[in-house]
């Protein structure tokens, strides 16, 4: 029983690394969007439903469908798919990305990208802050989890 409880307590903290870890994916897949978006705004005529569509269109870190369904209002709407499908993004992240919703499609070309260099290097920042977080604390964390589950069988028996 006591072995079980240990490998529980590791197998705990493994899953706080592994978010961890979702959350940079889901940071380097917003940096690849932006990237995209960028590279529409440039070389492409299309409106911000269209430059959804496209971007999001082969996300795989979270489920990005949300954004490929927007229409009507797009800030609002671009808020609302950013809350429901980026609900495991780190916060800082998922607030600088949801700032797209405040200028894209309604400045020139030449602000949108402007605003857009600003959201990715916010983004990218977020980013490697948290892989430097997660190298420096990996091995805290998991050996905590296991410290924890010996203490707890301990104190149990």
Known sequence: MCSALA???????????????????????????????EALLKYGSYNVYQICEKCFSDAKAFDASSFKEISGDFSGSFI????VSLEEADDKTLSAFTKIADFLGMYESETQLSGLDAVLEEVKINRVSMENMLVSKRKLYLCL?????????????
Request: aromatic share 6%; glycine share 4%.
């Open 145 to 157: 989890g296991a410290f924890s589950g010996i203490v707890i069988c301990l104190i149990l028996t």
């Open 80 to 83: 609302t798919a950013c809350k």
């Open 7 to 37: 490998i529980s307590c590791f197998l705990i903290s493994l899953e706080a690394v592994n978010r961890e870890k979702r959350k940079i994916r889901i940071a380097r897949e917003l940096e690849s969007i932006i990237f995209q978006m």
